[in-house]
């Protein structure tokens, strides 16, 4: 699927800009078998003060304040939560010890209304800035906060690099394929490489309602092909980290050929169903797990109900960990408050371990690769997370 840039800017861009300043996170993987040393574990925070105390701090390098909102005069107000929310969390982080970076995600969905008219103006462009009832959050955080948000000009990206507090980022979500402008595919974005941290291509959302059938949320294929268009574009394969759901979709009516995979269907579509209750349900009577061996991804099949979920699992989120170890610059995920664990353990594991070499993964979702990734446990549930929380937060020194 394809987006013009309007359409992505007031849908899909979920842009952010850290909170604080400190160093850069540093993931001490297999260097013999990855190429980056610096691998980010990305996640969303969409919910409420009272969710923090369930935030796995230790497993993420990157934690997305989901959303503030620009404004008609270009400040910014919370979406979910408070400012008081974004201060709580920031000060969670902190406390683990974990030196995980806590962002202001900025948008997304129908909350980047007016971000084609604020670039536009100079007064609306110096008022972009936390003002009003958001003030006193600034104050609290004791840092400067300089949110940033993608325009068609990346000059303004530009202005905001000598003003961030040292160690800020500057990154975006983005579509899978390239921006439409002007009713031709943009083919060179190095201009925004230069100036930002990392692009989080969002990989799921490829079917729902407006689809005619049922299908693979997350293909493996536009995983892979995420990487490579925004590689492409002016990124550097370090600065590519592709996102990945922590929630699924339940198709009605669908017929059993197949199993429900890639079948019409002729009921409704539930949607973003969050993992960590999904899981519950397919759990129960009459629900059989499958494996699309083609797109690498879970899903469930309930033939009496007639109903097919796409879900992702731990091994679904092992194999695009270990992909993104060898290929990218990390591993985006929506939302973490979605999890129960499940699938932020696996992925912290799969980190931990490090690659699996080329020639022994074989296309990353052999069997024996998949049981070979289970076995290797280098150390017992206690001493993993604690091994993995000294890996990943290795701080590179000033």
Known sequence: MRFSVAFLLSLLAFLVTAVYASPLSESSVDTATCPSRNFQVVGYFYGETSDIPNVQFNKVTILNFAFATPQANGTLEPESGSWDT??????????????????????????????????????????????????????????????????????????????????????????????????????????????????????????????ETTGSD??????????????????????????????????????????????????????????????????????????????????????????????????????????????AGGIMFWAINNDNGDLLNAIHQTVVRGCIPESTARGDDDVAVEAQAQRRVPCNEVDCHQRGRNRIFRSQSA
């Not at 690099?161 to 160690?167: A, C, I, M």
């Not at 995983?223 to 394969?237: D, Q």
Request: charged share 15%; with cysteine; aromatic share 12%.
């Open 218 to 327: 997350s293909p493996f294929s536009l995983f892979r092909g995420a990487i490579n268009t925004w590689t492409g574009l002016g990124f550097a394969p370090s600065q590519v980290v592709p996102g990945i759901p922590f929630y699924g979709k339940t198709f009605h009516g669908v017929p059993p050929t197949n199993n429900g995979l890639n079948q019409p269907y002729n009921g409704t579509v539930d949607d973003g169903q969050p993992y960590n209750t999904q899981i519950e349900v397919v759990s129960g009577p009459g629900w059989q797990r499958h494996w699309d061996t083609a797109e690498k991804e879970s899903f469930w099949y309930n033939a009496a109900e007639a109903s097919f979920t796409t879900l992702p699992d731990p091994r679904f989120a092992r194999q695009r960990t270990r992909y993104a170890l060898r290929n």
């Open 86 to 211: 974004l201060v709580a969390l920031r000060a969670a982080a902190a406390a683990s010890g974990s030196k995980t970076k806590v962002v202001l995600s900025i948008g997304g969905w129908g909350g980047s209304t007016f971000f084609s008219v604020i670039p536009r103006s100079p007064q609306l462009r110096a008022n972009f800035t936390l003002t009003g009832s958001s003030r006193e959050a600034r104050e609290r955080l004791a840092t400067p906060l300089i949110p940033s948000m993608l325009t068609t000009c990346s000059s303004w990206f530009e202005s905001f690099v000598p003003l961030s507090p040292r160690g800020s980022l500057i990154t975006a979500a983005v579509s899978i394929d390239p921006w439409i402008r002007n009713g031709t595919e943009v083919t060179d974005l190095s201009a925004f490489a230069r100036v930002m941290n990392y692009v989080y291509p969002m990989v799921y959302d490829t079917v729902g309602e407006w689809t």
